[in-house]
């Protein structure tokens, strides 16, 4: 398997990670067809409401970014970066383990200083919070599994809610 592969089928991995968490939570997670800014939509069925998810995946840090640090390199487009309406669903593997967060892109770009580039670099420090790097450099780690904030379980269609 070559790495483009393999980063290929991480990337699919990580949205239906994304979708499961969101049928568990009671939204109806839709896979577009077609790629045009979103690689999910989360609907809530009693009101019809969508949102549009960006899902980013990462595994594969960048040791020589910058020196003594982990950091994980992310695309996003330009549009989306600029979205109002479009929620983001990073994964990151570190440590052994998956770390998931869940802001949006405007919450993004404040983190990033309002940088124009399309790459985002996730920094890792030695105590293993995660930091946006660029100008500002904000500390992403209040959105670590942060689902409650975009996508609240819904009452009634959640398969959490029977877990508790």
Known sequence: MTNGASKSYLGTAGELRAASELSLRGY???????????????????????????VKTSA???LTKIEGFICYQISIDSAILASTDISLVIYIYA?????????TAPQLQALRGNSKSTT??????????????GK?????D???????????????????????
């Open 28 to 54: 109806v997670a839709h896979i577009p067809t077609v790629d045009e800014g979103a690689d999910l939509w989360a609907v809530d069925h009693g009101n019809g409401i969508g949102k549009r998810i960006q």
């Open 95 to 103: 440590f052994g383990d998956w770390q998931c967060y869940v802001t």
């Open 136 to 140: 500002g450099g904000g500390l992403l």
């Open 60 to 62: 594969y840090p960048n």
């Open 120 to 133: 985002v670099l996730l920094v890792l420090d030695d105590q293993g919070r995660v930091t946006v790097g």
């Open 142 to 164: 209040p959105y670590r599994d942060a689902w409650d904030a975009e996508f609240p379980v819904l009452e009634g269609t959640s398969a959490l809610a029977y877990a508790a």
